[in-house]
Structure formats: structure tokens, C-alpha cells
């Protein structure tokens, strides 16, 4: 069945280091591929998308690119922030499943000051 | 933006109680809601899938008779926990997705049964 792995946390850095989190998916179509954001106690929120090969999503100074070829979709940012420090999950929706989303295992991330 | 409201946010009951988690969007009609539950530090599992109007599909190793789903309207869901026990504490999270809306996550709600 479809999966999704990321690379484990916590990943510490500091102030203004550059970020990537590794995600790589397995799926029998051609999912769309997302990044929800999660801070503590609270749900998720969606960071950004792409649904098809070689978009990129982006936002807030966050961006993922689909790499078919790879089967990746790995965030990245040039300069995070202290505000950054959440749990971030990959996730992917196949077309005729209805909207069900799978689920990476989270990496959380702490910026230090 | 769409918004999901998910009610308690926070409850402790006894052992052998039963507990109703709300889930609204209060903006937008939501055809299909979605309930996931996550274990501290791990990611979540969908445990069932909702949609107006019809009963629940429920995720493999899910007990329907244990976790009951209503959506009755468009803008409310409920999952009920039946007969918790203290292997059921859980942080509980719902979505809503309606036409052409994606998937709008409420802040979930943390479940301890003593």
C-alpha cells in the first residue's frame, strides 16, 4: 500500500541555519504531496502542497518540489526561525481515494536562539 | 480561511464512561470528515472516514462498536468513545474537507481516562 517515510528528530539548529527534512513516498498512482505543520497541542496545519511532478509548493519562506523520479518531496527553508520549532509531517492524497491522507511519522524540529 | 472547531479540547473522565468529541466547520460545507488519532510523538492514523448522510468507514483495527461516528449534517461530526478505558487516551483530531476545500484540521482534543 501507499507510505510515506520521513527522516527521524528531532533535528536541532540554530537560528538561521538552513533546513531539510527528508520525505519519500511510496503510492500505486500519482498522489498529491503535502507538508502540514504542527505546534504543540495544537492540529495541523497545511504548510504547502503540490499535486503534480516538478511543482513546487511554498510557503511562508518553506518550499517542497515533487521529484517523481526520485519518489521525494523534501522540505527545505534557507533561514529558520526560533517560531519554527514544531513537529512537521509529509503526507500524500491519491486521486480516487476521497481525500484520505497518509501520513509520514513526523520529524520535529527545534531552532535554538 | 476555513475553519474546524473541534470540542472538548481537553477531558478526564473515569474509566467505563463514555465521551462525545464535536467536530464543526463553521464555514464551509464539509461532505467528508475524518477522524485520526495520535499516540504521543508518532504520527496519526486514520481511524475512519465520514460522510454526510451515510455510516462511517472505518480503517482496518478499528472497533466500530468502540469508537462511534455520526455526521449527521454538513457542518457537525461526532465520534463517541465507548466505554473508555485508559488504553484509549489519546490525542483525537478531526478534519473536514468539503467541494473543493481541502482538508481543514481542527486543534484536536486530548482524551485521559483514569
Known amino acids: 500500500g501507499d507510505s510515506v517515510t520521513q527522516m527521524e528528530g528531532p533535528v536541532t539548529l540554530s537560528e538561521e541555519a538552513f533546513l531539510t527534512i527528508n520525505c519519500t513516498y511510496t503510492?500505486?498512482?500519482?498522489?498529491?504531496l503535502f507538508w502540514y505543520v504542527q505546534y504543540p497541542g495544537e492540529g495541523l496545519q497545511l504548510l504547502l502542497k503540490a499535486t503534480k511532478a516538478d511543482d513546487k509548493g511554498s510557503n511562508k519562506g518553506f518550499e517542497a518540489t515533487y521529484r517523481k523520479e526520485t519518489t521525494s518531496f523534501h522540505l527545505e527553508k534557507g533561514s529558520v526561525q526560533v517560531s519554527d520549532s514544531a513537529v512537521y509531517f509529509c503526507a500524500l492524497s491519491e486521486k480516487n481515494q476521497g481525500g484520505k491522507l497518509i501520513f509520514g511519522q513526523g520529524t520535529e524540529l527545534s531552532v535554538k536562539p | 480561511g476555513a475553519v474546524v472547531s473541534q470540542h472538548p479540547s481537553w477531558v478526564i473522565c473515569k474509566s467505563g464512561t463514555s465521551v462525545k468529541i464535536e467536530c464543526r466547520s463553521l464555514?464551509?460545507?464539509?461532505?467528508?470528515m475524518f477522524w485520526y488519532r495520535q499516540f504521543p510523538k508518532q504520527s496519526l492514523m486514520l481511524m475512519a472516514t465520514s460522510n454526510e448522510g451515510s455510516k462511517a468507514t472505518y480503517e482496518q483495527g478499528v472497533e466500530k462498536d468502540k469508537f462511534l461516528i455520526n455526521h449527521a449534517s454538513l457542518t457537525l461530526s461526532t465520534l463517541t468513545v465507548t466505554s473508555a478505558h485508559p488504553e484509549d487516551s489519546s490525542f483525537y483530531i478531526c478534519?473536514?474537507?468539503?467541494?473543493?476545500?481541502?482538508?481543514?484540521f481542527g486543534d484536536g482534543t486530548r482524551l485521559s481516562i483514569l
Open positions: 464555514d464551509f460545507q464539509a461532505t467528508t
Open positions: 503510492a500505486t498512482g500519482y498522489p498529491s
Open positions: 478534519s473536514a474537507a468539503g467541494q473543493r476545500q481541502p482538508q481543514h
